[in-house]
């Protein structure tokens, strides 16, 4: 067992109950329970079953071979004197075959298989990265949701009590007019069909978080920060370079389809094997015992390709023009993958940015409101200042929740790309400074 996979032992155990808190909790169940995942080890653990076939070529194949018969014929066959004539014999052979020589077919093969057993692991990485990248989005999707369902709440409770304040005044005849009363009835209306299209929202990322993760998500603890990002673009670049799964997974099938020229290559060889065979033959009726005749055989056998009608050199041009698609392949791959790592950093700086000023804004706007209600208390402010700074508050509290969640999923978008998105960010996670909300 790797040392990564014994953490990942330990997490599991220590994951508890199965609802989800931490970001931690949630890839731990997806890994434990998640289908695509679980598909893509099967995979893997079928793809590394090639390497063993292709090594078989040069381990020996032993036969055992039973053959038994009846035959009536006329007399002609068996006796001229007798008429008829029977023969019920039964041979009994046991087989040795051995390769000796294979013009390398053998050696190309077990190179390319083991290499795509490599390529299939990268491919494993690249799937378990898909999905923890899944597992985080889902994840924000609901704290997102969450939260915005709160300040829609919190803005309906502020505007009923809005609405019955100005009502009052305006039936006391004071300066409210009937268009402040329709002005605040107006934004309330609004606001519960906002928190009514919030609340869906958040259904459906719960519904969406239990497909990825299997399970309904718990009192969610919000992450200020993944661990393991790389502190530069340069960085980045460098380990997508080096670690990247998918420019790992593409630059190996391009070795393993350049591996496969040198196999198909091969069949312009000769081939050397050796065969032996030892047995008996006899009657099958009477059972004489030791009357049985014994055949031992022994058989050297050279195969050269002479005249194959061109099929050799057909499939050997097949063979490197996959080849040459598997290598344009992995430099597309390579060059998206710098394409992501680019987009995902500059999300990252964008989103920390935009935190930054949320939380800033959200300062202001909850002043500003404080102070017009004050202002309105006091004659200077009008029911419509007061439902515009209340509104100012409410779309900043909404930006800050929206970026704090494009923040963290971008954050995983780079991870993924740079190959750090994988067990070992559970590990750096439990000990992850976190707040909670």
């Keep these: 067992m790797s040392r990564w996979q014994l953490v990942m032992v330990c997490l599991l155990c220590a994951a508890g109950p199965a609802r989800a808190e931490t ?14 995942l679980r598909g893509q080890q099967a995979t893997l653990r079928a793809t590394s079953e090639t390497a063993v076939q292709a090594r078989s070529g040069w381990q020996p194949v032993v036969t055992a071979t039973l053959d038994g018969g ?9 006796d001229y004197a007798a008429g008829t004539g029977e023969s019920n014999d039964v041979e009994a ?55 915005i369902l709160a300040v829609r709440r919190a803005d309906m409770t502020t505007l009923a009590r809005e609405v019955a304040e100005v009502t009052a005044q305006y039936r006391l005849g ?29 259904e459906a990322s719960q519904a969406a978080f239990r497909a990825v993760v299997g399970e309904a998500p718990g009192d969610l603890v919000a992450p200020a920060v993944l661990p393991g990002l790389p502190n530069t673009l340069r960085g980045a670049l460098a380990l997508t370079e080096a670690d990247g799964p998918a420019v790992l997974q593409s630059r190996l099938a391009a070795r393993a389809a350049n591996q496969d020229v040198s196999t198909t290559r091969a069949a312009y060889f000769p081939t050397i094997s050796a065969q032996g065979s030892v047995g008996y033959i006899g009657p099958a009726a009477p059972f004489r015992g030791r009357g049985y005749d014994r055949e031992v055989t022994g058989l050297v056998t050279l195969t050269q390709p002479l005249v194959t009608g061109g099929l050799i050199a057909s499939e050997v041009r097949q063979a490197k023009d996959h080849a040459e698609a598997f290598d344009q392949a992995a430099d597309t791959a390579r060059r998206q993958g710098m394409q992501t790592v680019v987009t995902a950093w500059s999300q990252v700086q964008r989103g920390l940015d935009a935190t930054r000023a949320n939380i800033a804004q959200v300062r202001s706007a909850t002043v500003a409101l404080y102070g017009t209600q004050l202002e309105y208390g006091d004659g200077l402010r009008s029911t419509l200042d007061v439902l515009i700074a209340d509104q100012t508050l409410r779309a900043a509290q909404i930006s800050l929740a929206e970026s704090r969640h494009d923040t963290i999923v971008a954050e995983a978008a780079l991870l993924a790309a740079t190959g750090r998105l994988d067990v070992r960010l559970l590990a750096q996670a439990a000990g992850l400074n976190r707040r909670r909300r």
Excluded at 71 to 78: C, H, S
Excluded at 174 to 188: F, G
């Design 23 to 36: 970001v931690q909790d949630a890839l731990a169940l997806a890994w434990r329970g998640n289908p695509t």
């Design 70 to 78: 009846y035959l009536r014929a006329p007399f002609d066959i068996f």
């Design 93 to 147: 052979l046991l087989t040795v075959r051995q390769p000796l020589y294979s013009g390398g077919r053998i050696a190309d093969s077990v190179r390319a298989e083991e290499t795509r057993i490599k390529a299939g692991r990268q491919q494993f990485r690249l799937v378990q990265a898909q999905v923890f990248r899944s597992v985080i989005g889902a994840y924000m999707d609901v704290l997102r949701d969450q939260d």
């Design 174 to 202: 004071a300066r409210v007019t009937r268009t402040d009363v329709a002005q605040a009835e107006a934004q309330r209306r609004q606001a519960v069909a906002s928190r009514d299209d919030a609340s869906a929202r958040l």
